[in-house]
């Protein structure tokens, strides 16, 4: 199992959105579990769904008396003929068909004309009236249930229902799978969008996913979940930030637990084939049409978002944007040594920033900013600067910090050997005492 864990890079300004949309999700579902739980139940073992499966279970018996059936086989009615009427009976007649093992054909059949049971059907096509009865009362009832206690389902498409699907979850681990992705993904794009418009992402996502879904399925079934919301921000994820790595805890049956790397764009291709794509064409109760619609519909308002950015495309945050031009100043007015504090300052928390300052193919995003050879010699001279006060913690700093620049040849042919030298043993000092600590 893969958990995602965010970029690599870590974020520097506090993601209030994202706190406050967890910290308000987790309260409501909580509140909402017990009410979520009963109503479930409740439908779920009405006397008139006891009732409809029993009358099924003698509907299934008729058939298999009458002597045009051809619906069913000889070994499957033996075991329809033989089962008695009780709550559940559904459950217990398809378990005894799989022991007894008749043919697939007779199981599906059977399993398709109890699954009237999960409401998950548009109407009864069957012409037994007592069958089309019950199912009416079980329709009506659910019906009133779900707009009692604005519950988002085909017949009840309200803005409060809607608001109320985004803030609640069926249990435990739906909300919990739900905010660790949330987390993961939101600080990223909050760091990027910023809290507005990473909002409007999370709560449009779910405004269209949720009913879009809803209006479309079979049945009269109601829907809970932030899924679609979390979706949406993967999918605003993935076009923000498609080009980077995504920091990935991989477990192995709870026991093993490991810190790995992935594309961000390769983690959720594999990610949506096998959980989305794959689960759409089963049939479980999970929502997969509405995830997908959420991812695209999020991915599709971040491009927007992004084609009407100033930040190009090797940043991750807005800061680091900030904080290029902030050092264009200093360059431009001269202030050598307060450029050089200041990269030193924040070279460590942005990669990006780095490669701008000190790559001369990226002239048309800093005019200002010196080629290649100018920032090797500014960098040198403050190297020099710190070798001559003995400074070699700051030297080594300054070094690692700048890898790119330090370990060009042009740039290494500026000092003697034997600085070098005293460079690598102070290193390997370094770590020899990290790895005793």
């Not at 008729?62 to 059936?69: A, G, H, L, M, R």
């Not at 096509?125 to 779900?146: C, D, E, G, P």
């Not at 995504?246 to 291709?269: A, E, G, I, Q, R």
């Not at 200002?368 to 500014?378: G, V």
Request: aromatic share 10%; with cysteine; proline share 2%.
């Amino acid at each position: 199992m893969f958990i995602p864990l965010g970029l690599e890079i870590k974020h520097k300004d506090m993601p209030w959105f994202t706190i406050f949309i967890v910290v308000l999700t987790t309260f409501i579902s909580i509140y909402s579990f017990d009410e979520i739980y009963k109503t479930s139940v409740g439908l779920a073992t009405s006397e008139s769904l006891k009732n409809l499966q029993n009358s099924k279970l003698e509907y299934l018996q008729k058939i298999c008396e009458s002597k045009n059936n051809k619906t069913l086989s000889a070994k499957s009615c033996k075991e329809i003929t033989t089962m008695q009427q009780r709550p559940g009976v559904e459950v217990a007649l398809l378990q005894k068909l799989h022991q007894q093992k008749v043919k697939k054909k007779d199981i599906k059949v059977i399993s398709e004309f109890f699954q009237l049971n999960s409401l998950n059907i548009k109407d009864v096509s069957i012409s037994n009236s007592k069958i089309k009865q019950l199912y009416n009362q079980i329709k009506q009832a659910t019906l009133n249930t779900q707009k009692k206690n604005h519950l988002l389902s085909k017949a009840n498409i309200t803005p409060l229902a809607t608001l109320k699907a985004q803030l609640t979850h069926s249990g435990w681990m739906h909300l919990i799978g739900n905010m660790i992705f949330l987390i993961a993904m939101c600080i990223a794009v909050e760091q990027r969008l910023g809290r507005l418009k990473t909002a409007g992402i999370y709560f449009l996502t779910g405004t269209i996913a949720l009913p879009g879904y809803i209006y479309l399925a079979e049945g009269f079934i109601h829907i809970v979940g932030a899924s679609a919301n979390v979706f949406g921000v993967m999918g605003a994820f993935v076009t923000l930030f498609y080009n980077k790595n995504v920091k990935l805890l991989f477990s192995y049956n709870m026991m093993f637990y490991k810190t790995v790397k992935m594309p961000v764009l390769l983690y959720s291709l594999i990610f949506v084939i096998f959980s989305e794509l794959v689960g759409l064409s089963s049939s479980s109760s999970v929502a997969h049409g509405a995830h997908l619609i959420g991812f695209v519909v999020g991915a599709v308002v971040a491009y927007g978002f992004k084609r009407n950015s100033s930040i190009p495309d090797q940043y991750i945050y807005k800061y680091e944007h900030q904080l290029v031009k902030k050092s264009a100043v200093y360059l431009k007015s001269s202030k050598l040594s307060s450029y050089l504090k200041f990269i030193e300052r924040h070279c460590k928390e942005s990669k990006p920033l780095q490669k701008v300052l000190f790559d001369h193919n990226n002239q048309e995003v800093f005019e200002t900013l010196p080629d290649k050879a100018a920032a090797q010699k500014i960098f040198a001279e403050h190297i020099k600067s710190l070798n001559e006060q003995k400074k070699m913690s700051d030297i080594v700093k300054c070094i690692e910090c700048f890898k790119s620049l330090s370990q060009d040849d042009n740039f290494k042919k500026l000092f003697h050997k034997n600085f070098w030298i005293k460079v690598e043993e102070y290193q390997n000092h370094n770590r020899e005492h990290h790895n005793v600590a």
